[in-house]
């Protein structure tokens, strides 16, 4: 899907949200990292990364 929102971490990944899933792409190459098919339409500011490291924190509000 398209990209709805992205954002640089500190090792110079791109974290990307779409509304299908969650990506990390390695800026340098373009190269998919990992992939969250559960993740979607997550917002911005409900994902932070553990500075200095490649642990990502997601918060999720689901509804029934």
Same mark, same amino acid.
């Given at each position: 899907g398209k990209a709805k929102?992205? *954002? /640089?971490t500190?090792?110079?990944l791109v974290?990307?949200?779409t509304?299908?899933?969650?990506?990390?792409?390695?800026g340098d190459t373009? *190269? /998919?990292q990992w992939q969250r098919d559960d993740i979607k339409k997550t917002?911005?500011?409900n994902?932070?990364?553990?500075e200095g490291s490649p642990i990502v924190?997601?918060?999720?509000?689901r509804t029934n």
């Open positions: 929102w992205h *954002q /640089v500190s090792l110079g974290l990307v949200g509304d299908d899933a969650l990506l990390l792409i390695n373009g *190269q /998919v917002l911005q500011f994902v932070r990364e553990v924190l997601v918060t999720s509000l």
